[in-house]
């Protein structure tokens, strides 16, 4: 079926746009009309290939390839801005403590969600270039899985970027001292609590706060579910020791 006319005048437009634009690609023209292609190699492939890269630059402005791949501001600067953001955040979660992580309430929660759009400027700079947010995410996640490996030979330095488990409930006693130091109150811990499957403070043998803000909880050992293999065992137990009670049958 043939091609439409406006199609056919569209691609005659475009092709001899881009001719013009490249003229040392002017071998595809020869091509088109039959004469030899200048220069030695020249393939129809190549030649093809050619012709749909210039007519996609020539259907996307300049200024839009621009905004996706060159950055408004040097690269060092990108990386500068990025690791100074990064341990200004760790920074700030270290100092705010166990609670703003395990967001106990929805204060904490917005503080979580609006945080990263606070310092988003501060990362991006005036560039919104698509190369330099890549640039900025290599950053981060190269940095992060640098900082896991050294926490893992030197513990210690673990030990200070994240801090220790504390603990809040020992015995069935909550531990005041270290819920003032979390800022976190005894409403709100019993609340905690509640959605690990501890119905009340008594049942709880020790809970504490992980340094990622998890709470770890610890039931007493007669509050603590029966599994079924438990279950199995107590029932086989069971029958074998009414099996020696019973008195013997008459042959």
Not at 220 to 227: F, H, I, K, N
């Amino acid at each position: 079926m043939p091609l439409p006319s406006d199609a056919v005048h569209s691609g005659h437009r475009l092709a001899t746009r881009f001719l013009m634009m490249h003229p040392r690609r002017r071998s595809l023209k020869e091509l088109a009309v039959g004469e030899p292609a200048a220069g030695a190699g020249s393939s129809l492939p190549d030649m093809m290939m050619n012709a749909v890269v210039g007519g996609l630059q020539a259907a996307v402005p300049a200024s839009v390839w621009d905004d996706l791949w060159v950055m408004q501001i040097p690269p060092a600067e990108k990386v500068l801005r990025t690791v100074a953001v990064y341990a200004a955040i760790l920074l700030i979660v270290r100092l705010a403590g166990k609670r703003l992580l395990a967001q106990m309430n929805s204060l904490d929660l917005v503080v979580v969600l609006l945080l990263s759009n606070v310092v988003q400027n501060a990362i991006i700079g005036a560039d919104n270039s698509l190369s330099g947010g890549v640039l900025g995410a290599i950053v981060l996640v190269s940095l992060n899985a640098a900082l896991e490996r050294l926490t893992q030979v030197w513990p210690a330095l673990g030990v200070l970027l994240e801090g220790r488990p504390t603990t809040v409930v020992r015995d069935g006693q909550f531990i005041d001292g270290s819920l003032d130091r979390l800022g976190v109150s005894r409403r709100e811990l019993d609340g905690a609590l509640r959605r690990q499957g501890a119905d009340n403070i008594a049942e709880v043998r020790r809970a504490e706060f992980d340094p990622g803000g998890s709470i770890v909880v610890d039931l007493e050992p007669r509050e603590q579910g029966l599994s079924r293999g438990e279950f199995q065992d107590a029932m086989a137990r069971l029958t074998a020791r009414l099996d020696e009670l019973a008195p013997p049958t008459a042959s």
